[in-house]
């Protein structure tokens, strides 16, 4: 939809900024303000003239009336392409060149922060096998425009390169076929062209069905996607289940380290199916009592004990028959001193 004044301002209505579309209303607004030749005055090519008097009458008042009326006319087309929740923005800018510095201030260094996101989107880029090969090259050169706006331009080589290593099965023998096809031919548009018609061939070829090569393709990347998915969900709930048994207070477990005391290979026989019946010793490993009723561990204390008790009756019968026996030692051998000394 377009709209003409009479002094042939063209206004025609684009996608409104809205944040999120800053690379292709940037290019779609430029182009707007190019067409009706506003754009030397956004970027201050063309700035306003500076006032010529002589005896007190401005001699250029034309052009600067002219100047101003394309200033108006950009920032008109700024403006209403602009979404109303942005337009707060520019608003109070009196110049389409204060405008669009604004607008870049904004924008243009958020989407700078994005080009390397952008850079590995379009690297890793997937055909989608809903969408034709030719849609799938629109894709990925609306990515490489993308980047160019952000200054990170990729070249035609890497778009064609990345096309064909992005294609399914069933478009190997044309990727070996592209290689023989002389240098100075490899252009997007001609590989575009040879796409176009391999896609049809191979439609003709399976009555407009999928490729069966492309089919199982699909079908196991959607496998692998969903193995994955219920991978991750099961280890999420076995992790939720063991933390949930710790905390209940699973037998075999001491402390915060959570560390289990006894033999790793029995550890399951020692705990019952969950209903908590059977009970093993961690001292006999035998099943119907607790450790700490043990009859072999009372045993072996009743013998250990035993064992003590004659240790020490022995030490202190000894220690009573030293004791006995010194005052008649000490006496005997204080004769034989005196009779040395006489």
């Avoid at 754009?39 to 009336?65: F, G, S, Y």
């Avoid at 922060?113 to 989608?128: E, I, Q, T, V």
């Avoid at 090259?137 to 064609?160: D, F, G, W």
Wanted: charged residues 20%; contains cysteine; positive net charge.
């Amino acid at each position: 939809m377009a709209s003409a004044g009479s002094s042939g301002f063209e206004m025609r209505s684009i996608a409104k900024l809205n944040g999120k579309n800053w690379s292709s209303w940037r290019f779609g607004d430029t182009l707007l303000l190019e067409k009706n030749k506003l754009m030397r005055v956004v970027q201050k090519v063309d700035t306003k003239p500076t006032q010529i008097e002589t005896d007190d009458v401005i001699t250029n008042q034309a052009l600067i009336d002219a100047w101003d009326m394309k200033d108006i006319e950009a920032r008109t087309v700024i403006y209403c392409n602009v979404e109303p929740d942005f337009q707060v923005l520019i608003e109070g800018c009196s110049t389409s060149a204060a405008m669009w510095v604004r607008l870049l201030l904004q924008f243009a260094q958020a989407a700078a922060a994005n080009a390397n996101l952008l850079l590995g989107k379009f690297f890793y880029y997937k055909y989608d096998k809903e969408h034709s090969v030719l849609s799938h090259i629109t894709r990925l050169s609306s990515l490489a425009k993308e980047l160019r706006n952000l200054n990170s331009p990729v070249t035609e080589q890497q778009l064609i390169m990345r096309t064909l290593y992005s294609l399914p099965p069933s478009y190997r023998p044309f990727q070996s076929s592209w290689l023989s096809v002389p240098v100075a031919e490899h252009t997007l548009l001609n590989l575009t062209s040879r796409l176009v018609a391999e896609e049809a061939m191979n439609r003709a070829i399976n009555n407009g069905e999928m490729d069966p090569a492309d089919i199982v393709f699909f079908a196991g990347k959607s496998r692998q996607t969903s193995a994955s998915s219920s991978s991750i969900e099961e280890t999420a709930m076995s992790a939720r289940g063991r933390y949930n048994n710790y905390r209940q207070g699973v037998r075999g477990y001491r402390g915060r380290g959570g560390a289990y005391r006894g033999h790793k290979h029995d550890y399951g026989s020692r705990h019952s199916s969950g209903n908590g019946s059977t009970i093993i010793c961690y001292s006999c490993d035998q099943s119907g009592h607790k450790a700490h009723n043990c009859p072999q561990r009372t045993k072996k204390e009743s013998i250990r004990e035993m064992t003590t008790s004659t240790k020490i009756a022995r030490r202190s019968d000894v220690s009573q028959a030293h004791s006995a026996s010194w005052p008649s030692n000490h006496i005997v051998f204080m004769l034989i001193l005196q009779h040395q000394t006489t």
